[in-house]
């Protein structure tokens, strides 16, 4: 039997459990917050005050962190990028006529994470600190890029993908929510955190599908985790570029604004890669092939190697001027 059809039974044998974990992880439509929850009413006269007060607020925050907060609502406007490569997974079906669990998870999980570009994008547009059109023109680059998060179509591998950003994402949204209060910025602060706290919740559900298949086919299972961490867990934000550059080109930069205001750093890298590795028990699994125990050694390894190297690591101190934040929002 090829190594695929073994991946499809696991999915397959998985799938009655998917309605319980949706009513787990995640909240009905009718009763979960949306942006207008956070944003001012246009259909109420105190409209203009209140994005006035909003525009006020917007000026104490520095260039970095509009850079930051630019790229955070980009990748999350990627929505359809991400939909659009998880419906194509293997096990993953929205073809065979019966409804399946895997394909109402992904749906109704887009449905969340549509509200989180959704509420950034609208704040971006009323702040008056950021150029929108350029903002936009990325945004349509990245949808239209697409990107190859090294995944396949191998489920065990995108949900190891999956587990790992849902969480950096929660750091990352917490943290800008930290700062912005911290700046004055109350109703940032209330949006970014809400957020963090709906990628928590999918965070949880995606490491419950590996924990689960670790109990099915751990040596497959380790065995794809140890392959994503070798080819590094690449961020979203990797393939982002500005009007008029080529993919991946504001990057760097970019990342290296996150990584000064401290927002998403290696440390966390790390420190995400040891919680999964305690959650999953990847130390105690027994019973595993040769291959999979290497994968295992390594897996255990990791952190220290990895702590070693960041601690060499520097990043740029360079102050790039990117075309979404206009000049008058500098520092
Ligand atoms: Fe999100
Ligand atoms: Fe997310």
Same mark, same amino acid.
């Given at each position: &039997? ?10 397959? #044998? ?22 207008? =929850? ?25 260039? $970095? ?27 993953? $079906? ?23 570009? $959704? ?34 179509? =191998? ?11 849902? %969480? ?5 949204? @917490? ?14 602060? @209330? ?12 965070? %949880? ?18 065995? #794809? ?9 690449? &961020? ?21 604004? #996150? ?35 290497? #994968? ?32 008058n929002g500098i520092l």
């Amino acid at each position: &039997m090829s190594l695929k059809n073994i991946r499809l039974e696991v999915m397959q #044998a998985i799938e009655p459990k998917v309605q319980g974990f949706m009513d787990s992880f995640l909240i009905p439509i009718e009763e979960i917050w949306q942006p207008s =929850d956070f944003l001012p009413d246009s259909q109420n006269d105190n409209f203009f005050t209140e994005t006035e007060q909003i525009r006020e607020e917007a000026k104490e925050l520095g260039y $970095d962190f509009w850079v930051t907060l630019v790229a955070d609502t980009i990748t999350e406007e990627a929505l359809p990028t991400y939909e659009s490569w998880l419906m194509d997974v293997e096990g993953i $079906d929205q073809h065979n006529g019966k409804e399946n669990g895997w394909s109402k998870w992904v749906r109704a999980w887009t449905a969340e994470e549509n509200r989180h570009g $959704d509420v950034l994008n609208k704040y971006l547009y009323l702040s008056g600190r950021v150029n929108m059109r350029e903002v936009e023109i990325t945004t349509q680059h990245l949808i239209s890029d697409g990107f190859d998060i090294g995944t396949d179509r =191998d489920p065990y591998k995108n949900f190891v993908y999956t587990t790992f950003q849902e %969480l950096a994402t929660n750091i990352s949204h @917490k943290r800008v929510g930290k700062m912005a209060k911290q700046q004055g910025n109350a109703l940032l602060g @209330k949006m970014c955190n809400i957020i963090a706290g709906d990628e928590m919740r999918h965070h %949880l559900a995606y490491r419950e599908f590996v924990k689960t298949i670790l109990g099915q086919d751990p040596n497959g299972m380790i065995e #794809a985790f140890a392959d994503m961490m070798k080819r590094k867990i690449v &961020m979203p934000a990797h393939f982002l570029r500005e009007s008029g550059e080529s993919i991946g080109t504001a990057f760097e930069v970019f990342s290296n604004c #996150a990584q000064r205001l401290g927002v998403y750093t290696a440390q966390d890298y790390i420190e995400i890669l040891k919680k999964l590795n305690d959650y999953w028990e990847i130390g105690n699994l027994g019973g595993l092939s040769d291959q999979a125990e290497k #994968a295992r050694d390594y897996l255990m390894k990791l952190p220290d190697r990895l702590q070693r190297i960041s601690e060499r690591m520097q990043f740029g101190q360079d102050q790039y001027k990117f075309k979404w934040v206009e000049a008058n929002g500098i520092l």
